[in-house]
């Protein structure tokens, strides 16, 4: 077994589904915005992981506190002036966006849009809709930055938060058909000096019924995120807490064991885990525009914000890592899960990897193997819902009509979920 090679890390953020109204006044008392519970509409992050970290992208990297907005959207039509407090809001459709959306469709998602800082509580937001039949849609409205009153573009990049978990699931799952690892492996085996017992596995880690105690369960980790962590460290905290349940008998949702799958990656490869994911993944699949932060520190992207507040370095992304530590655009995501849901990325392991998953005794679970299970408008969606210091959105795959919706926005505190059924609704209407 190669050793764990120990490179300088930082990322940004944390992800995770607050479990109590206690941590999310903690979070909001020290600024940082933590996790809320996501349930609202939007599926909790837990059966759709939201994402607690301050700063799912926030970088007290100072190679990545930068207020750059990279623009490489194309040519922009069809603006429209709104407003949102004394902020001007344009709806920008990208005419480059790929095959003529459908002008009705198109018509009605202008119409939400217009209104969708609002509505969502964030200075800005990004929406892309892909759809082999409708075409592809692309737009933005709001600020980038509230601080620069920087317009937000369609193809900005944002912080993405627990949709890191589809990258790093995949990754863990090309490297069991290669051998590497294997999915029955014990955590224990591959990471030393902890005692989680034979259960404790890379599987019930990619499903969630590790029984690993949830980090950001524990508003404590606010404060300690303002300085960098080594990823093992980040387990140590959760260790001490003790086990939630046996692994098996219960699914939680925790950002700890996609940490620990970050170990076990860096591990099996002898690599940083961000240097796996680009060899194995990003470069292979052509995702110009998706980072894990911190390592990849270049990557301009959208400022974060909570409540409106500017928000971005409040906690260092080292405590969001392989768990939530990415940085992408609507474009390179749903490129993403279309090829996941289809399996041009996992092949034989696709159904797997949608779930959903089974506990011991045979109940299903809302989740597969880094991927929610989830209702948009009444249809059945996969994908993941993501949030982390300054930023909450969610992607999502209708796999019956091929259609992807992924939503993206610059405050933590943004309520998604309802906008997105009125998305989907729009585009799909409702379920036959």
Same mark, same amino acid.
């Given at each position: ?7 300088a ?10 479990a109590?109204?206690?941590?999310a006044?903690?979070v909001?008392?020290?600024a940082?915005g933590?996790?809320q519970?996501?349930a ?15 700063t799912?992208?926030e970088?007290t990297?100072p ?10 959207? #194309?040519?922009?039509?069809a603006?429209?002036?709104g407003?949102?407090?004394d902020?001007?809001v344009?709806?920008?459709v ?6 003529p959306?459908d ?5 009605r998602?202008?119409a939400?849009?217009?209104?969708a800082p609002?509505v969502v509580?964030?200075p800005g937001i ?8 409708l075409? %592809? ?16 573009e369609p193809?900005?990049?944002l ?20 051998g590497?690892? #294997?999915i029955?492996?014990?955590?224990? #085996?591959?990471?030393?000096g902890?005692?989680f017992?034979?259960?404790v596995?890379?599987?019930?880690l990619?499903d @969630?019924?590790s029984?690993?105690?949830n980090?950001?369960?524990d508003?404590?980790?606010v404060?300690?995120g303002?300085?960098p ?9 959760a260790?001490?807490h ?6 098996g ?5 925790t950002n ?16 940083r885990?961000?240097q796996?994911?680009?060899e194995?993944?990003?470069d292979?699949q052509g ?6 932060q911190?390592?990849e520190s ?6 974060? @914000? ?5 928000a ?9 890592w ?8 609507g ?6 899960i279309?090829?996941?849901?289809t399996?041009?990325i996992v092949g034989?392991?696709?159904?797997a ?12 679970t809302?989740y ?10 009444g249809?059945?969606?996969? #994908? ?9 959105g ?11 919706v992924?939503i993206?926005? %610059?405050?933590f505190?943004a ?12 585009v799909l209407g409702?379920?036959?």
């Open positions: 077994m190669k050793t764990h090679p120990r490179a890390r930082s990322v940004l953020t944390s992800f995770t589904r607050p109590s109204v206690a941590l006044l903690a909001g008392a020290c940082a933590c996790a519970n996501e609202r509409g939007e599926g909790s992050d837990d059966a759709g992981a939201a994402d607690l970290t301050p799912d992208g970088e990297d190679a990545n506190d930068t207020d750059e907005v990279v623009d490489d959207s #194309g040519g922009l039509d603006t429209v002036d407003s949102i407090g902020a001007v344009e709806v920008d990208d005419a480059d966006a790929g095959d959306f002008p009705a469709i198109r018509e998602l202008d939400l849009l217009m209104d609002d509580g964030a990004t929406i892309r809709v892909s759809s082999p039949t075409g %592809n849609y692309a737009a933005a409205a709001g600020l980038a930055s509230t601080r620069d009153g920087t317009t937000m193809d900005d990049r912080r993405v938060g627990s949709i890191t978990k589809t990258f790093t699931a995949a990754l863990t799952l090309l490297l069991i058909q290669d590497l690892i #294997g029955d492996d014990t955590v224990d #085996g591959w990471v030393p902890f005692d017992g034979d259960g596995t890379v599987r019930t990619l @969630h019924q029984g690993i105690y980090y950001t369960d508003a404590a980790f404060p300690l303002a300085d962590a080594d990823p093992i460290d980040v387990v140590r905290f260790d001490s003790g086990r939630v349940h046996p692994p008998e219960a699914y939680s949702y700890t064991g996609y940490f620990l799958l970050g170990l076990i990656i860096e591990a099996a490869t002898g690599e885990y961000d796996a994911l680009r194995r993944i990003l292979p995702l110009a525009d998706s980072y894990s911190p390592a270049d990557a301009a992207f959208v400022r974060g @914000h909570t409540l409106g507040n500017e971005t370095d409040l906690v260092h992304a080292s405590w969001a392989s768990a939530g530590g990415m940085i992408s655009n474009r390179d995501l749903c490129t993403w279309d090829r996941v849901a399996g041009e034989d392991d696709t159904d990897m949608l779930g959903p998953a089974l506990l011991a005794d045979g109940t299903p809302p597969g193997y880094g991927i929610q299970r989830m209702q948009r408008a249809w059945a969606v996969v #994908g993941h819902t993501g949030s982390t210091m300054g930023f909450r969610e992607l999502f795959f209708e796999p019956t009509s091929h259609t992807c992924a993206l926005t %610059n405050d505190f309520e998604v979920g309802g906008f997105s059924d009125s998305v989907w609704e729009a409702a379920p036959r």
